[in-house]
């Protein structure tokens, strides 16, 4: 993710692989901690994930954050991502290309 007012490098995001033969990727995304709280974060993800599904192989995608992160889930729910599951402190989530 770039900050396009002055050209700095602010986070990243982008998915583990390609798509499995289930048409699943997992998403991962951080940014850098001065740039939090302002949009950049659900702006790159949501671009990230309407270009993803723009893919015919793709059908899915899975998500995880911690589960005492209120902004990232907040993105993902945004996203129109469910919760799926729990592993430890990471909430699992999942968006499918037919729920959208």
Do not use: C
């Amino acid at each position: 993710m770039i900050h396009i007012a002055d050209s700095t490098l602010i986070g990243d995001l982008g998915f583990d692989s390609k798509p499995d033969q289930t048409g699943t990727v997992e998403m991962g995304y951080e940014v850098l901690s001065a740039y939090r709280q302002q949009r950049f974060a659900f702006e790159a993800v949501e671009a990230l994930v309407n270009f993803a599904f723009t893919q015919s192989e793709l059908k899915r995608i899975i998500a995880h954050s911690p589960d005492n992160h209120p902004a990232s889930i907040r993105i993902l729910e945004k996203l129109g991502m469910q919760q799926i599951g729990r592993d430890e402190n990471l909430l699992k989530w999942e968006l499918k290309l037919e729920s959208r």
